[in-house]
């Protein structure tokens, strides 16, 4: 049985997480942290505390694994509660900073740290394919991406967005991101990967990367039906940690430890 503390339980996807950890025999969660309380919505079958600091050292010293989804700025007193009481950590938000990323980072030398921008298997799998792809294609195809999301999500472009087009340059390490092509007024430079923004309705995520050659084009794509895709890798990744060393991981390492 693994214990979670779950930041963000009142959340879009911390709800979900809960709700799927709640159909599980192998796990629990044991504590909520939402800023907003109990307020959220959140189940009544664990208590919801407003910040880590307010989880009692009984309730963290029984934790195996933190699974944080509540917002980019809450991971800097979140880590810290983490290495205090050597929790492991699932890091599922997006946005941070450079400086909330290297406190990751630094997180990630005491106790063990999964960060990733999107915790969909599949999403990791058409990141692999993307970065095949572009390999055997080169310089020939023009590489663009296309990401959207429903209209409630902060940041644009999307995290998932940003960790395909970094595939792409892991091969064509010359590539330079475009984000907005209306001020600039000049044909497309090999070397440019676009990549464009849309927000609307309840789209929960979808992602699509055109390469594109002469007269031909291929594209690879995927698309989440509901935020469960989302709940289901961050249990993954909890189960992953609560038995890593401590270091930075991906959700690679989950994908290869999984033998998917």
Known sequence: MKNIILSGCGGRLGSAIARRIGER???????????????????????VY?????????????ADAVID??????VAPLLDFCVSHGIPAVIATTGHTEEETERIRTAART????????????????????RRAAAALGE??????????HNRKL???????????????????????VYDRHS???????????????????????????FAGTDEVIRLSHSAASRDVFAAGAIRAAFFVADAQPGLYSMSEVVAASGV
């Open 25 to 47: 025999e192998d796990c629990r969660v044991i504590a909520g942290i939402d800023p907003r309380g109990a307020e959220t919505g959140a189940p009544p079958k664990f208590p």
């Open 50 to 62: 407003l910040s880590p600091s307010e989880v009692p050292d009984c309730t963290a010293n029984e």
């Open 69 to 74: 989804c509540s917002h980019h700025t809450a």
């Open 111 to 130: 106790v063990p740290v999964l960060y990733s921008r999107n915790m969909s298997l599949g999403v990791h799998l058409l990141i692999e394919l993307v």
């Open 140 to 149: 020939d195809f023009d590489v663009e991406i296309v990401e959207q999301h």
């Open 155 to 177: 940041d644009a472009p999307s995290g998932t967005a940003l960790m395909i087009a970094d595939a792409v340059r892991s091969v064509r390490p010359e590539s330079e991101y």
């Open 184 to 210: 600039v007024h000049r044909p497309r430079e090999k070397q440019e990967i676009g990549i464009h923004s849309i927000r609307g309705g309840t789209i929960v995520g979808e992602h699509e990367v055109i």
